[in-house]
DNA sequence: GTCTATACACAGATAGAC
DNA sequence: GTCTATCTGTGTATAGAC
């Protein structure tokens, strides 16, 4: 049985940067062949169509967050300000290595009020970041309490990101990472 | 001398309200001419290209927000806590009135990774919003935290507009106000 | 000023050779 | 598994009739 040249973690990584990076819309399956050195017709053997490309990019980034960032918060071993430390430097690192941002925050924004083809995925996504942060915060703060910072956390990031992006300058999100910090 | 059936305005209104629900690059000019009620070729009349028509949209949407949003915050007669909390209902009601948004944040998410066409105008439309938090702000804080927390107010703004998208619920576009408001 | 018709490029997707 | 070739739709933009 011949190894394929190219794997599928392979193939959903070269996607997710591409998308990340010029929207949904605005890549083609050109586009997404071509970063993964193939033409479009051996690419389509791989995926049947875009928005079956797009989806698993969205379910295979969110695991990554998963299982490498959200992770972080239940650690037994860390104290609170420990885990929002490492989490949030994790996050940090990930929205400024190469370029987009948020990967999920540009989609909401992108297919929200076009269409619903990507909302479960994506509220998973932040469902999951909220969770993180808010099982943190309730080692510091009564339930009411960490809940709503938690929501907030989020809120100021991605909100970070949004002027990071236009001025391409790192240090709003670098200062939304220390507030998040200093909570704890 | 014949008067033209729609008015500049109204078509930079309707244009202005699809790009904002559906994104530039999801936007045709088929789009933009029907919900201006015309046919491509009329459309093409007025305008002479895409590029040309978003521009038009992005300046005149930014004119808007300084003649009616951010004058508030220059209004000698009101206090510090009447400026913000005008300022800021304002805001919440602009952004939640029709879908999509915040039409700027829209386009900097969407464009800013693949042209630097709009970035003059994006970022003229964010100064003159971040000058007039400060402004307000100056009257109870000291220069350097006024402006620590102008910024702070559109990253918190933008940010929940984010996932009040996702959501569908206007209850974290509220928070971020009331949190802005509860500064002054 | 608005219309229909059209040119041309590129999109998503499929078929079949190798 | 990858390629080339092709189908079909839609995109931007233009030309010319009314």
Redesign the interface.
Known sequence: MPIQKISRQELLLKSISTFR???Y??TSMRDLAEACGLTKGAFYHHFSSKEEVMKHCLIFSCNWFKENVYTIAYLPKLTAKEKMSKMSQKLLKTFTTG???CFF??T???T???EDTF?GI??EY?QEWESAMVFILLSKYPEVEAKKLG??T???????I??M???GDIQ?LQ??IDRCIELC
Chains 1, 2 share one sequence.
């Open positions: 990076e010029k929207g819309y605005r370029n987009g941002g925050a540009n909401v924004i992108e929200s009020h076009v909302k994506l509220k932040f929501k907030r989020i809120v100021d990031i991605e909100g970070s949004v002027l992006q236009l001025h709003y200062d939304s």
